[in-house]
């Protein structure tokens, strides 16, 4: 079986904005490690080899002449790509890699991402369709967010392909737009679930043994529910268990809007930047932070070291979103042996009182009452956390490669074969002339 999988984000740090790479990264690997000749299409860094190979893993690294224009990462000049991969990557990865390997009476299977691959797998249904060869690929669209739904001509591409997203909460918003939706989750890659320096751990403890700390690592972002966050803060200091809350925002202007919050609840925020990356470093510039500190707003890169011994040495990691179409954070803070605290949509893996405390409102109340037995049971929270610990691993991209996605593929029936059809080409976004 020969697997493709399209996506704008990749493994480059030019293609990375979010964990829609790590996502099309930890899948791509656990195919090939599983032993299947694996194709990953991706807008990569426009600097590197078009094609690189890795094993079982083939690197193709599209719309390089567009990025070559456009420095400023995978979004930059986001239209022209899109158009450039709709039109030239499916003839393409069929003249070069599908007919070959239909040829030889083997089978394909295309797994695309988000809305920006939309009309790339509309032009490849087409072409396959034409050549008489459709009967022969399975092509899976995910949504893994609602962005960009407003572009998806859904009927068509409901006609086209088998769409999938990537929890049951994700399948029941899709519901409402009339798309029963095949949901498969997605995973953690393996290095998510390397320990994190016990000395570190221990140290960031011992620095803070008396107080609360909660760590958040999200967007600045509404649906993220910093502000419900900032207010059990203010709560847990107005009641005197002294809290310090670790965050991690983005770029967004809501930022200025939580820390404007913070300010106004008697929350003093100071700022922490790192002199490099790495857990020592984060853990040397937190250990600093003076005690009248209750918010830290890290502004500097938390690589995944990091995270880890961050996740595993706070009280609590605070993921509590409004809208999470799956929750990687929760699960990552899981892996790490972390005492994840989510919300209520996306995070199918999450028991509450089991392996998780679960938020089902904007009570700071909520929160506390869930929480503070816990501080004065730790072996119940030890407990939890351990809980978190094995149901993390369950969600390993090669459990869900063979646990979930492969038995959704064998259910899969292949369309009609057809004769060759003359088709009308689909609709696409018109191609971005190349420069001379």
Known sequence: MQFHVLSFEGPDPYARAGGLASRVEGLSDALASLGHETHLWFVGDPALPGHERRGSLHLHRWCQWVSAYHPGGVYDGEWGKQAEYAASLPPVLLRDVLRPQLAGGGRAVVLAEEWQTVHAVLHLDWLLRHEGLRHRVTIFWNANNVFGFERIPWPTLGRAVRITTVSRYMKQRMRELGIDALAIPNGLAENAFAA???????????????????????????????????????????????????????????????????????????????????????????????????????RSHVDPDARRTLFRAAGAVVANSDHEPFGLVGLEAMAAGGLACTGCSGEDYAVAGRNALVLETDDPAEFIGLYEPLR?????????????????????????????????????????????????????????????
């Not at 965050?247 to 003093?268: F, I, K, M, N, T």
């Not at 939890?384 to 993390?392: F, H, P, V």
Request: with cysteine; net charge positive.
């Open 376 to 436: 004065r049971n730790p072996e119940r929270e030890r407990a939890i956390r351990r809980a978190g610990q094995i149901t993390a691993r369950h969600y390993a991209w090669p459990e869900v490669v063979q646990g979930v996605l492969l038995p959704r593929l064998a259910l899969q029936r292949a369309p009609e074969e057809p004769r060759r059809l003359a088709l009308l080409r689909p609709r696409a976004p018109r191609p971005v002339l190349r420069a001379r």
């Open 196 to 298: 994190p320096d016990r000395a570190l751990v221990g140290r960031l403890r011992c620095r803070f043994k008396d107080r609360i700390v909660l760590t958040k690592m999200a967007r600045w972002d509404p649906d993220k529910r910093w502000l419900p966050t900032i207010d059990i803060v203010a709560q847990l200091k107005g009641e005197g268990w002294r809290p310090l809350l670790v965050a991690r925002g983005g770029h967004e202007s809501h930022g200025e809007e939580v820390l404007r919050r913070a300010g106004q609840c008697g929350l003093r925020v100071v700022d922490c930047v790192t002199a490099k990356p790495g857990a020592a470093d984060l853990v040397e510039a937190l250990a600093a932070i003076g005690e009248d500190a209750d918010l830290v707003n890290l």
